[in-house]
């Protein structure tokens, strides 16, 4: 083969390492077009109430988005289900990440006597449980490691509210219960819009360890106007009552829809929290790491090297 031939395959064997190497982010979207159920497991308990139901049917809810949502019924009252979808990588606090998430609500009952709230986010699917609150006789069993999550109490109680916080639990701490290593705002806001699409937007910036959680309202031209923020949470200096510890941080693997059950609750009792959610998109993005010089210049060098061996051939 000629020597420009040679330059000409090393040249393109160099090309395609490049081509090869990862894009700049990593993103997993869900827009609810198709039935999600397969892509979407029950990470904890089952749908034996049918509380997650596909509607591909449902209209489009603003101008330009395809039909079909994930309507999803909360009843404290039952055993908690978590639907949850692989995002194909696992990250920790030390990344960065955004979640973007359009639902909307209706609340149908929620308390005065106990406090109890809407919940989805990212999960890690072995590490985390679905005890959030423990019972009355065993206030440790709450086991929702490995969580980050938009949260929203919608009853007014003596914990105040209504309540707008992002919440993040990291890895369980010296054999402890879930609260043990835990951030959370809490900060009592106005009651969120009901009846209309919302945009909630979970950001994470790794280098600082802050957290920041908004909620957008969008109209149905797909217009987004911002309804409100939760106060950035730092998980460096957390908030109030919170005791996260970054020697044990949360490493997440899934997006995830939770539907709690308050363990306070008696049998028989009214429910801390009822109320129907319509899901119609989740979009999770994370930078990946960029190729370093080090990979580049293998590449480059490889070519070189098969060039060299066909011309001493």
Known sequence: MPHSALRRAAAALAASAFLALPAAAAIVTEDFSSNPFGAWTYGVGSNVSNQFVYNASAPAAWTGDAT??????????????????????????????????????????????????????LVNQGLSGGDRTGT????????????????YFPSVTFFGGPTLTPSVFGAQKGGGD?????????????????????????????????????????????????????????LITPPGFSNYDT??????????????QDGFNQSGSDPSLQADLIFQRFEFVTPVPEPSVAVLFGAA?????????????
């Open 136 to 151: 009355a006789t065993n206030y440790a069993s709450d086991n929702v490691f490995h969580t980050v999550e938009f949260n």
């Open 247 to 260: 020697n044990f941080p949360w490493s997440v693997n899934a997006m995830a829809i939770m539907a709690y």
């Open 68 to 121: 079909g949502q994930l309507e999803v019924h909360l009843d404290s009252n039952l055993p908690s289900v978590r639907l949850q979808r692989a995002l194909d990588v696992t990250i920790n606090d030390q990344d960065n990440f955004t979640l973007t998430t359009r639902f909307s609500m209706k609340l149908l009952y929620a308390s005065t006597n106990n406090s109890m709230q809407i919940a989805f986010g």
């Open 301 to 313: 060098a490889g070519g070189t090297l098969i060039l060299r061996r066909r011309k001493t051939a």
């Open 178 to 234: 879930a609260f043990a290593n835990f951030a959370s705002s809490f900060d009592t806001t106005p009651s969120l819009p009901q009846d209309v699409v919302l945009e909630a937007v979970l950001d994470y910036q790794g280098t600082t360890k802050i957290l920041n959680l908004t909620i957008n309202q969008v109209a149905t031209n797909g217009t987004v106007t911002l309804v409100q923020s939760a106060a950035p949470m730092s």
